[in-house]
């Protein structure tokens, strides 16, 4: 799975924002914005990998344990796909 090459992420202030761009930028009509683990997630799904991938990377980067990792992974994922930013 990838994110959707309508959206991209940029530190604007100090915050995370992901812009949508071209005719995205009409259908979501606004920014959301997204905190360091957003990003850190968002960074990898640009590239492309699963959702198995995405949990071991979490695990790497953070001390959190397998369930926290496993759920935080599936929200983040369920918003993504909630708002059409993920393209599988």
Not at 30 to 46: H, I, R
Not at 56 to 82: G, I, M, P, W
Request: proline share 1%.
């Amino acid at each position: 799975m990838k994110t959707s090459s309508d959206f991209v992420l940029r530190k604007i202030a100090g915050e995370y924002i992901l812009v949508p761009t071209g005719a995205s930028a009409l259908a979501f009509g606004s920014m959301a914005s997204t905190n360091d683990v957003g990003y850190f997630m968002w960074s990898k799904l640009e590239k492309g990998c699963s959702q198995e991938e995405l949990v071991a990377a979490l695990l790497d980067e953070y001390d959190v344990d397998r369930k926290t990792a496993e759920q935080d992974v599936n929200s983040f994922l369920e918003q993504l796909r909630k708002h059409h930013l993920l393209e599988e």
